[in-house]
């Protein structure tokens, strides 16, 4: 019962500390001016419509995030 306690409250730590390094991108997000503007990101104005699709602040916020949680696992 202990054991699956310390799972847990492992679990809940981690799951907090990346919700706050995501608190804190998306903070930051702001201040960085090519964010959101990347080749690839898709964007479709007409008059009362506007669509955008960030496709690759996607993926390039996808690696990193990859990147971060593949360098916190590693043993």
């Known amino acids: 019962m202990g ?3 310390q799972h847990i409250g492992r ?3 981690i799951t907090g500390i990346i919700i706050v ?3 804190g991108l998306l ?3 702001g201040r960085v001016p090519w964010l959101g503007r990347l080749p690839g990101d898709i964007m479709i ?3 009362s419509f506007t669509f955008y699709f ?3 602040t996607s ?3 996808s690696l990193v995030i990859t990147f971060i ?3 916190l696992g590693r043993k």
Request: aromatic share 8%; no cysteine.
């Open 69 to 71: 949680l593949w360098l």
């Open 45 to 47: 104005q007409r008059k």
């Open 21 to 23: 390094a995501v608190g």
């Open 54 to 56: 960030p496709l690759a």
């Open 11 to 13: 679990f809940l730590i």
């Open 59 to 61: 993926i390039l916020l």
């Open 27 to 29: 903070l930051l997000s």
């Open 3 to 5: 054991d699956a306690i």
